[in-house]
């Protein structure tokens, strides 16, 4: 029996939405199991000081400006990665946002905003790599960032919701078709992760009533998604696609 491979030693692996919040944070735990890592994201600044931590941390990295509603800043942003490693092996589309607001206050505006980013966004940059990767013949990963909320609702979240329903279809999707190519598809919804945005909401009464509800009865924590990630990052996961794993304390399987 062969070992298995959890490492990504040469990989080019490119991060979106890595200005803040999770892809921050996936950086430069990609970068220490040997990855070449690409963070990307609309903020230069906060993009070129992980840029610099990575590197001091003996990692390589490239910090691109994206938008991943924007199909040229995608290409420029695959452009120049390329010009620095060579061809992306692994797209983590992470960028997204959640505006909360009830139903009968959504706006057009905020619905295209939501849909933008968080599914037509993650479109275009798979898109692209598979593009890349195929032009190039490599047998890569895409891993799409969604949510529990792509599985079950939750009040005033109904744009966001059904943004990543979508992706989560979309995952199936792309896995069903890029399989020809030997491009792997897989999804990670995340459940309630505690960061520092949401710490005073699960300190209310509210929110540790909430937290009672997860069947562990825990919030998770950003470095539960890390196991997950490099699993779908490496060859370890090379018979894994179209996979939707949640990571959630078993919250979305909870009793209604």
């Not at 691109?64 to 924007?70: A, G, H, R, T, Y």
Request: glycine share 10%.
């Amino acid at each position: 029996m062969s070992d298995v491979d959890f490492g990504l030693q040469g990989k080019v692996v490119l991060v979106t939405g890595a200005s803040s919040g999770f892809g921050q944070r996936f950086a430069p735990v990609l970068a220490r199991q040997g990855a070449n890592v690409v963070v990307a994201a609309r903020r230069r600044d906060p993009l070129l000081a992980l840029e610099e931590s990575i590197e001091q941390d003996g990692g390589r990295c490239l910090a691109v400006v994206m938008d991943v509603s924007d199909q040229a800043s995608i290409k420029s942003a695959f452009d120049q990665a390329e010009g620095a490693f060579g061809c992306v092996d692994v797209v983590i589309n992470n960028a997204g946002i959640g505006l909360s607001n009830p139903l009968l206050k959504v706006t057009e505006d905020e619905w295209d905003r939501v849909l933008d980013t968080n599914l037509k966004g993650a479109f275009m940059v798979a898109q692209e790599g598979a593009r890349r990767m195929n032009s190039q013949g490599k047998h890569g990963s895409i891993i799409n960032i969604a949510s529990i909320l792509g599985l079950r609702v939750a009040s005033h979240l109904s744009h966001y919701s059904a943004s990543k329903a979508g992706l989560i279809q979309l995952t199936k999707s792309m896995a069903l078709e890029l399989a020809d190519y030997g491009i792997r598809v897989n999804a990670i919804c995340p459940g309630y992760i505690l960061t520092d945005i949401n710490r005073d909401y699960f300190e209310t009464d509210g929110g540790k009533r909430m937290i009672q509800r997860i069947p562990q009865k825990q919030l998770g924590d950003i470095d539960d998604l890390f196991g997950p990630l490099i699993l779908l990052a490496s060859d370890a996961s090379r018979y894994m696609t179209g996979s939707v794993m949640t990571v959630d304390g078993g919250h979305s399987i909870s009793k209604l």
